[in-house]
């Protein structure tokens, strides 16, 4: 396997998002789709056609996950939306933290069977009032964890037995027995970023059973092995990358999204393509991605 530090990530998209965020691929449709968080936008990206294309939304979008029965859950302040790429026009599906006014949606991913898995998060980024949830499609979410700052990232192993969530300002990411039932026990630390290194942000697993974490100030996304051991890291010339995914036909083309948030200006002008989304060949395939059940 070819050494993760010699790989040098490309720009498909110099979207100049200030908060990208939530990369995804949709298989059926051969396409990846992403957010800007405080730009309040989705973007899809056709790497076939290049082409590209973005809706307006009208709220802090933390993630856009394709759905069965057709377009995508979005996760904005205090609900789940159901979103029409065909009309842009976004309805309301669950109601989620409509009692905490200062929280918004962050991250989120579907497993094997459909259930949505995602976290929220104080927009100030300073009281723990985010929480880990997993919804199936049907009745409210389950509250899973509770008292986090910034959640972030949550995957599962290949296997489907183990659940990672990361708390952020904490910079530790955590592993869970996952059960069959969507229930979650025996918490772990799995990992933790030493101080100067980044925050953890996004992640996902490869068909090893590696966890790949996208790391916010950290320059660049590490690959942990399934014990925690640090393998490597992919160095990106943007200081911000906060979420991957595996795609293409291989599932061994990456796409990660990347954020010119608290950047100053002489950074910005250092990293013009802070903000843009970004590609790069894995030398192992990833998991499959999976839609919503909803």
């Known amino acids: 396997m070819s050494a993760l530090s010699d790989i040098a990530p490309e720009c498909l998209w110099d979207v100049g998002a200030t908060l990208g965020e939530g990369a995804c691929w949709d298989a059926p449709a051969g396409c990846v789709w992403f957010t800007d968080i405080k730009g309040c936008r ?43 790429p065909e009309t842009g026009s976004f309805t309301l599906l669950r109601t989620v933290e409509a009692d905490r006014s200062g929280n918004r949606m962050n991250d989120g991913f579907a497993d094997p069977q459909g259930r949505l898995w995602f976290g929220s998060m104080d927009d100030a980024e300073e009281s723990s009032t985010g929480a880990l949830y997993r919804w199936d499609g049907e ?7 509770d008292g986090i700052i910034i959640t972030n990232g949550p995957a599962h192993s290949p296997d489907g ?15 869970y027995r996952l059960a069959a039932d969507g229930s979650i026990a025996d918490k772990r630390l799995f990992a933790r970023i030493e101080d100067g290194a980044g925050y953890p942000d996004g992640m996902a697993v490869d068909s090893e059973g590696c ?8 320059w660049g996304i590490r690959r942990y092995a399934p014990d ?15 979420k991957l995914a595996f795609g293409g036909d291989d599932l061994r083309t990456v796409y990660a999204t990347t954020a010119a948030k608290g950047l100053s200006d002489a950074e910005r002008a250092a990293q013009p393509l802070g903000g843009g989304l970004f590609t790069f060949r894995s030398p192992v395939a990833g998991l499959p991605s999976y839609r919503v059940r909803a």
């Open 139 to 145: 009745d409210d979410p389950a509250r899973l964890e």
């Open 228 to 242: 925690g051991t640090l393998l490597g890291k992919v160095p990106f010339p943007v200081a911000n990358v906060t």
């Open 211 to 218: 966890v790949w974490i996208a790391l916010f100030a950290g």
């Open 161 to 175: 037995t183990t659940l990672y969530h990361t708390d952020t300002l904490d910079r530790s990411t955590w592993a």
């Open 42 to 84: 989705i973007h899809r990206y056709d790497p076939v056609t290049n082409s590209r294309e973005s809706w307006d939304a009208p709220g802090q979008p933390g993630f856009a996950l394709p759905r069965t029965s057709g377009g995508l859950v979005v996760g904005m302040p205090h609900g789940l939306h159901h979103f029409d």
